[in-house]
């Protein structure tokens, strides 16, 4: 998902949409209020929504990890980005809004539809290294022998059936998440 702030500065998130309809008209998002997708989609209410099969661009945008290689476009018909590496992406305005309840909900119109290839889907690897990267960022709510037990399961699967790309996206995930658990050491000191 990318969205732009009143500034333009552009977020990407990854985020998933319900959809209900085969024609891919109407879409909702639920994300949580302290999300900055929430606070851009309150103040410009549109954005894009992509379908990608790249894991590595799904974790590094859920734990804030720079993307210093991703390929953008202005979008057409809002003030937006495409992100044109992925497989699909769809333009949208937000119909309605619901401020109610743990998340909001955002009943999303389609504005423009855009194929750029199609999706491969995920491997065993791809998989794994999104397992890690939601793994990372439940560290403020999950032991850390938990989390450091599923990445040692989930490392295993990774070095059997992954490529370079997804080793890598791997040990930038195992480094956020050490960096992550020794500010919480200090946070406690």
Do not use: W
């Not at 937006?80 to 109610?100: D, M, P, T, W």
């Not at 850390?144 to 080793?167: A, D, F």
């Amino acid at each position: 998902m990318t969205t732009v702030d009143v500034a333009g500065e552009m977020n990407v998130a990854p985020m998933g949409a319900v959809v209900t309809t085969q024609s891919f008209e109407f879409f909702e998002l639920r994300p949580y209020p302290t999300s900055q997708t929430y606070a851009n989609l309150m103040v410009k209410p549109e954005g894009v929504m992509h379908i990608t099969d790249d894991c590595g661009l799904i974790a590094k945008s859920a734990l804030g990890l720079p993307l210093p290689d991703l390929k953008l476009q202005p979008a057409d018909k809002v003030d937006g980005y495409l992100i044109s590496e992925c497989c699909r992406c769809f333009e949208f305005n937000v119909k309605h809004a619901n401020q109610q309840g743990p998340r909001g909900c955002f009943i999303c119109s389609v504005t423009k539809t855009h194929r750029f290839r199609d999706f491969i889907g995920f491997n065993r690897a791809a998989f794994a290294v999104i397992e890690a990267a939601i793994l990372a960022t439940r560290i403020d709510f999950l032991p850390r022998e938990e989390i450091s037990e599923q990445l040692l399961r989930l490392e295993t699967i990774v070095n059997k059936t992954g490529g370079e790309y997804e080793l890598t996206v791997y040990r930038n995930i195992c480094e956020f998440t050490e960096r992550q658990f020794a500010n919480v050491l200090k946070d406690n000191d």
